[in-house]
């Protein structure tokens, strides 16, 4: 069935580093590919979106990439501060749900 | 707005009894799911609601588990007998449509089972 790997965290960094986060994917099609984030004591919210390969999603200083040659999601940020701080799901829209990753903690210290 | 409000936040009960949650979806939202996130897993969704009719519950356990949305609003999951290996967050999302590709999450209830 469609799964989704993320690598495993915690991801510690020093604010304004520059952060990568993998995701890649199995699926059968096309998917939507989504990162959604989950702040400490609240729900998870969409991050971005990317609905076709090459498509860049972006918001918030984050952005990432369909790939559809190497099945991947990755995120990336130029500078993360310390509110950035807070689990990141990698997830795939197959037959109208979502399919998650296990999630990356991303601590963000001063 | 008001976003996916659900209650209890937090719930604490023996094995062997009985617990129900609430979630009332984005106004206007006919698509309702219940996901279930055990502790250091991503969500995995249990059932999905178009208004009233549930459309794909192929994931709920059904000896135990059961989930009502009687007028196409809100909604409840229910558990009964609970064991432990129930202990987790229950999250509930809705969406305009099943179409519809943005999920919108609530804040979730975490369920401890002694």
């Known amino acids: 069935g469609d799964s989704v790997t993320q690598m495993e965290g915690p991801v510690t960094l020093s604010e304004e580093a520059f952060l990568t986060i993998n995701c890649t994917y199995t699926a059968t099609g096309y998917p939507s590919l989504f990162w959604y984030v989950q702040y400490p004591g609240e729900g998870l919210q969409l991050l971005l979106k990317a609905t076709k390969a090459d498509d860049k999603g972006s918001n918030k200083g984050f952005e990432a990439t369909y790939r559809k040659e190497t099945t991947s999601f990755h995120l990336e940020k130029g500078s993360v501060q310390v509110s950035d701080s807070a689990v990141y799901f990698c997830?795939?829209?197959?037959?109208?749900?979502?399919?998650f990753g296990t999630g990356t903690r991303l601590l963000v210290s001063p | 707005e008001a976003g996916v409000v659900q209650s209890p936040r937090y719930k604490i009960i023996e094995k062997k009894q009985p617990v129900a949650f609430w979630c009332n979806p984005i106004s206007g939202h006919n698509t309702l799911y219940w996901y279930l996130q055990n502790l250091g897993q991503g969500p995995e969704l249990l059932i999905r609601?178009?208004?009233?009719?549930?459309?794909?519950d192929s994931q709920l356990p059904k000896d135990r588990f059961s989930a009502e949305r009687l007028k196409g609003v809100d909604s409840t999951l229910k558990i009964q007998p609970a064991e432990l290996g129930d202990s987790a967050v229950y999250l509930c999302a809705s969406s305009l449509d099943g179409a519809q590709e943005t999920q919108y999450f609530g804040p979730g209830t975490r369920l401890l089972v002694l």
């Open positions: 997830a795939l829209r197959s037959f109208q749900k979502l399919v």
């Open positions: 609601y178009e208004n009233e009719e549930a459309v794909d």
